[in-house]
């Protein structure tokens, strides 16, 4: 602890991503009796990853939910719920499993309120680990934040620290639209510092505004979930050799906060977007094609190559090529001829 002006600075909490999310869900269970929780193993075994720990011994069977493996019934029964009146928080053990409930998802809870002239809001949390894990194979790897930010009705987040997770899930669970958190698991028993406003109960994070982790004036790295992490290695390193990387947390896929992004790149005339996504039609694409087609003529015709988008390779996750499948942190600008690596 170091004396700042006579004062004592006390070292910031620090609390798990699951915890954050556990506090922030048990903070609006407590708040709305409307809310309840539902998913496989959610409450007697306190979850697969342990995110709902103590939340069936607090508030009971009929507030915290076991399901039978059957993602269209839960998710439907969820919905269904949503239309009633009540807030479901709707836990999918992986996102992968939810595409067998993408009917729900997308037909019944994203176009409800479109489809009833605004008169039905379905506000709904659909929520659990996405993106690539440690050997868990093709089928369980894939990050649906293109999935799901491709749909009009639907809003998504994509935490990456303790703060964005406690601040999103509450603002997730009190709006009025379905809503899609895309938590990662590798993060989740990841600690991280907690300010003192995140503790408060009515602490928030408003769903579709970025936040600048790292400020800088040569380059704009994009990203959100676990690789924002990689962004801000990659930050530490390259300013070692004199360049300012400016890393921006997205928070939210959909709707994108493509005005923070905008202001950046007009400042650094060079964008590199960071996911776990596939290359196609992906989260960077749109990144890229929003920029090129928002900033001023000028910017886009001088700097038309300063874009590059870092992805996960075209294809599905091979664990003996993991070191060579994920985004790493050795991220240099367009023309720098250092970096050996195949990402740049």
Same mark, same amino acid.
């Given at each position: 602890?170091?004396?700042?002006?006579?004062?004592?600075?006390?070292?910031?909490?620090?609390?798990?991503?699951?915890?954050?999310?556990?506090?922030?869900?048990?903070?609006?269970?407590?708040?709305?009796?409307?809310?309840?929780?539902?998913?496989?193993?959610?409450?007697?075994?306190?979850?697969?990853?342990?995110? &709902?720990?103590?939340?069936?011994?607090?508030?009971?069977?009929?507030?915290?939910?076991?399901?039978?493996?059957?993602?269209?019934?839960?998710?439907?029964?969820?919905?269904?719920?949503?239309?009633?009146?009540?807030?479901?928080?709707?836990?999918?053990?992986?996102?992968?499993?939810?595409?067998?409930? $993408?009917?729900?998802?997308?037909?019944?809870?994203?176009?409800?309120?479109?489809?009833?002239?605004?008169?039905?809001?379905?506000? $709904?949390?659909?929520?659990?680990?996405?993106?690539?894990?440690?050997?868990?194979?093709?089928?369980? &790897?894939?990050?649906?934040?293109?999935?799901?930010?491709?749909?009009?009705?639907?809003?998504?987040? %994509?935490?990456?620290?303790?703060?964005?997770?406690?601040?999103?899930?509450?603002?997730?669970?009190?709006?009025?639209?379905?809503?899609?958190?895309?938590?990662?698991?590798?993060?989740?028993?990841?600690?991280?510092?907690?300010?003192?406003?995140?503790? &408060?109960?009515?602490?928030?994070?408003?769903?579709?505004?970025?936040? +600048?982790?790292?400020?800088?004036?040569?380059?704009?790295?994009? %990203?959100?979930?676990?690789?924002?992490?990689?962004?801000? !290695?990659?930050?530490?390193?390259?300013?070692?050799?004199?360049?300012?990387? !400016?890393?921006?947390?997205?928070?939210?896929?959909?709707?994108?906060?493509? !005005?923070? $992004?905008?202001? %950046?790149?007009?400042?650094?005339?060079?964008? +590199?977007?960071? !996911?776990?996504?596939?290359?196609?039609?992906?989260?960077?694409?749109?990144?890229?094609?929003?920029?090129?087609?928002?900033?001023?003529?000028?910017?886009?015709?001088?700097?038309?190559?300063?874009?590059?988008?870092?992805?996960?390779?075209?294809?599905?996750? +091979?664990?003996?090529?993991?070191?060579?499948? %994920?985004?790493?942190?050795?991220?240099?600008?367009?023309?720098?001829?250092?970096?050996?690596?195949?990402?740049?």
């Amino acid at each position: 602890m170091a004396a700042v002006s006579g004062l004592v600075r006390r070292p910031l909490q620090q609390v798990t991503v699951r915890d954050a999310i556990n506090q922030g869900m048990d903070e609006e269970l407590e708040r709305d009796e409307k809310v309840f929780l539902l998913g496989e193993e959610v409450a007697q075994y306190d979850g697969a990853y342990k995110v &709902s720990r103590g939340l069936w011994k607090k508030y009971g069977d009929k507030r915290i939910i076991d399901t039978p493996i059957s993602e269209m019934g839960f998710a439907g029964i969820a919905v269904g719920a949503a239309m009633a009146g009540l807030r479901p928080i709707c836990e999918f053990m992986t996102f992968n499993f939810s595409m067998q409930a $993408i009917d729900q998802v997308i037909n019944s809870a994203a176009k409800t309120y479109y489809m009833s002239g605004g008169l039905q809001p379905v506000p $709904i949390v659909f929520r659990g680990p996405n993106g690539a894990s440690a050997g868990v194979a093709a089928q369980h &790897s894939q990050c649906f934040a293109a999935w799901y930010g491709h749909c009009p009705g639907l809003k998504v987040v %994509s935490p990456w620290s303790s703060e964005d997770a406690k601040g999103l899930i509450k603002s997730a669970i009190r709006d009025n639209n379905p809503v899609v958190v895309l938590e990662n698991e590798l993060m989740y028993g990841v600690p991280f510092e907690f300010p003192a406003e995140a503790q &408060s109960k009515d602490f928030l994070i408003p769903i579709g505004k970025a936040k +600048i982790e790292r400020q800088g004036t040569h380059i704009t790295v994009v %990203s959100h979930s676990r690789p924002v992490g990689h962004c801000l !290695e990659a930050a530490t390193v390259l300013s070692k050799e004199g360049i300012e990387c !400016e890393v921006i947390n997205m928070r939210t896929i959909r709707p994108m906060d493509i !005005e923070t $992004i905008e202001a %950046s790149v007009v400042k650094t005339n060079h964008l +590199i977007t960071v !996911e776990g996504g596939w290359p196609q039609f992906g989260v960077g694409a749109e990144i890229c094609a929003r920029i090129m087609e928002g900033i001023s003529e000028k910017l886009v015709l001088e700097y038309s190559q300063a874009i590059i988008n870092i992805v996960y390779l075209n294809t599905y996750w +091979i664990r003996r090529l993991k070191p060579a499948f %994920s985004p790493r942190s050795c991220i240099q600008f367009p023309g720098c001829s250092r970096c050996s690596c195949h990402w740049c």
